[in-house]
């Protein structure tokens, strides 16, 4: 699973769902409170339906969607697919800013998640900062190495930390050459 921290913000709607797009949609947000929004987040918890954001990572033709709409390029809405949240909770509500915490499986897109909250406040929202603080086994607490201690000898360290970790997942993760001179192919 993943982990994330979002910071999202109340009354705007982008093209691209975060703070890099062009704002698309302005509405008001001051009669949301703070059990509203505790509220709606049990509705995005377990397994739910998402739609993937068309600015994203995903591609069409061997080509990412995103650069397809840089370049104006029609690009159709992917259909909603399942996609699950371990966990969801607020940590904070200053309005318009809000901070959440976010367990989820892969293919989830957190960007989603805030548009959808917005659209459930009968507002609209997106996503002003996101930092990831869990992939796999690795935290960002635990495993990050800060930069001060970017010397070799700490790199080395943390790297031997990691790859401990690492060959600790179920061996189908790692990529396997049956036969000699046989290529690897990695299947997304």
């Not at 705007?12 to 929004?37: C, F, H, N, R, S």
Request: hydrophobic share 30%; proline share 5%; with cysteine.
């Amino acid at each position: 699973s993943q982990k994330y921290t979002a910071i999202g913000l109340l009354g705007k709607a982008t093209d691209t769902l975060d703070a890099t797009g062009k704002v698309t949609e302005e509405k008001p947000y001051d009669q949301i409170t703070k059990g509203d929004l505790e509220n709606v987040l049990q509705k995005f918890t377990g397994e739910i339906m998402q739609v993937p954001p068309l600015y994203s990572a995903l591609k069409k033709d061997g080509e990412r969607l995103s650069t397809l709409m840089k370049r104006g390029e029609a690009v159709e809405a992917k259909p909603a697919r399942a996609v699950r949240v371990y966990s969801l909770s607020l940590q904070q509500f200053q309005p318009p800013l809000f901070t959440l915490d976010v367990e989820c499986g892969g293919g989830f897109y957190v960007r989603s998640l805030v548009s959808d909250i917005g659209k459930e406040l009968s507002t609209c929202a997106t996503v002003q900062e996101l930092t990831r603080t869990k992939q796999g086994p690795f935290t960002l607490e635990e495993h990050a190495l800060h930069e001060d201690k970017w010397t070799i000898d700490e790199i080395a360290q943390s790297l031997e930390h990691c790859t401990s970790l690492l060959s600790g997942e179920p061996p189908h993760k790692k990529l396997k050459t049956e036969h000699p001179g046989e290529t690897a192919v990695s299947c997304e």
